[in-house]
């Protein structure tokens, strides 16, 4: 590492890109200090924006001072830059236990979902199977496979979340199909946590492991074609993505030849250099973290559902990410909660995550059979406390009820 009764949602909820008064970026970082507004005018915030880890944080200006030069010159500094990124890059690779020669670094998250599913798609002609919960452009990848006259199958789920990959994966396998499956480490809107494939792969096919919301950054499969991180998922910045690519695997350049480059390679050098402090600090405090999560996200369980009424809870404790917690709230606007909880100061989300800006109905709770309203986001944090929580329940009951009753 480098050593520094139904109610519909409002149809401005489901078009504005603003979201009207809601603040969708939050205005405070979890950095380790209390984020409780009482006695202070710092929001209490849920919201599922983080800000950069603390030790990413603190190595913020030295990243961008040793880091805009260029790499490939010549000079001394230039010399310890490259030092740097390979530093930055053999210990991404050892804390996300993949070969370092296998990493591609890209400047944004949608950039590494088109190279996974491109690469993997290109002059491929099987099946694509992927869920129903995943993301929008997983969606449109696979509409756009079909509109090409191939065959892409769209896995449905229930309220547990869970994706039948292995059903879908038998009927290829006694089809003799070759496939490429898109699976899900966790869906960042519910939680939700899929079991790893158990399943060998036919031949001639091949995995894409979405790992940008798993509880853990290094827990991705044995078997797979290609795989991608999100480093704001552990601290890192946004701007940046990580992909894995199995050279064994039949996932094929998106690009023009260019030399022998898997991929045009444009990425910000000091944000790999954060990227690989922040998932060095992430993985040391991993464990304790994660059981602090547990601790809170159990507590905020039971609170929910002793608290109140006509509220239910996405998803077990069990087979959820500890951060995350989905509720849907009958006969409530989302939109109004979130404004009502912003006036006492504290800060959720609400609707699809698939848009930072947008209010609109998530697909993926809509998919699950939660309807398309109601639906409000919490994202726990080490920083928050059982106070917190208390106060997070109280405003969520006060509103709840005060919007039912009128």
Request: charge should be neutral; hydrophobic fraction near 40%.
């Amino acid at each position: 590492m480098p050593n520094y009764a139904r109610v519909k949602d409002s149809r401005r909820s489901r078009t504005s890109r603003d979201g009207g008064s809601v603040p969708r970026v939050s205005p405070i970082t979890a950095h380790g200090a209390s984020t409780s507004s009482v006695g202070g005018n710092t929001p209490l915030d849920f919201q599922s924006t983080d800000g950069l880890s603390k030790s990413a944080m603190a190595a913020l200006p030295k990243a961008f001072g040793d880091a805009f030069l260029e790499a490939q010159k010549l000079h001394h500094r230039s010399g310890q830059l490259r030092q740097l990124l390979h530093e930055a890059r053999e210990s991404i690779a050892a804390n996300l236990k993949v070969p370092a020669e296998n990493l591609e670094f890209v400047g944004e998250l949608g950039f590494a979902y088109w190279a996974a599913i491109s690469g993997a798609l290109k002059n491929f002609s099987g099946t694509f199977i992927h869920g129903v919960t995943d993301r929008q452009v997983v969606h449109a990848f696979g509409s756009e496979f079909a509109l090409a006259g191939n065959r892409t199958i769209t896995l449905p789920t229930d309220k547990s979340g869970h994706l039948p990959y292995e059903s879908a994966l038998r009927e290829s396998i006694s089809a003799k199909q070759s496939v490429v499956i898109f699976w899900q480490a966790g869906n960042r809107e519910t939680g939700v946590i899929q079991k790893e494939i158990g399943l060998s792969l036919p031949k001639d096919s091949m995995s894409i492991a979405d790992m940008s919301a798993a509880i853990s950054p290094s827990q991705r499969p044995n078997e797979y074609g290609v795989a991608l991180w999100d480093p704001r998922s552990f601290g890192g910045p946004e701007g940046l993505a990580i992909l894995a690519i199995n050279p064994q695997s039949n996932w094929s350049s998106p690009i023009p030849p260019i030399d022998k480059r898997r991929l045009f390679g444009a990425y910000s050098k000091p944000l790999l250099l954060l990227t690989a402090i922040a998932l060095e600090e992430h993985c040391k405090n991993e464990e304790k973290a994660l059981a602090h999560l547990r601790e809170l996200n159990s507590a905020l369980r039971a609170k929910i559902l002793s608290e109140l009424h006509d509220v239910e809870i996405v998803g077990d404790s069990s087979g959820t990410n500890p951060r995350s917690l989905a509720i849907v709230a009958k006969g409530v606007v989302a939109e109004e909660i979130l404004r009502g909880l912003e006036k006492r100061e504290i800060l959720i989300d609400a609707g699809s995550a698939c848009g930072a800006g947008a209010l609109s109905p998530s697909h993926v709770l809509e998919a699950m059979g939660f309807g398309d309203s109601g639906h409000l986001r919490i994202t726990l944090r080490g920083s928050h406390s059982l106070t917190d929580l208390n106060q997070l329940v109280s405003g969520l009951k006060e509103e709840i009820e005060s919007f039912r009753e009128n």
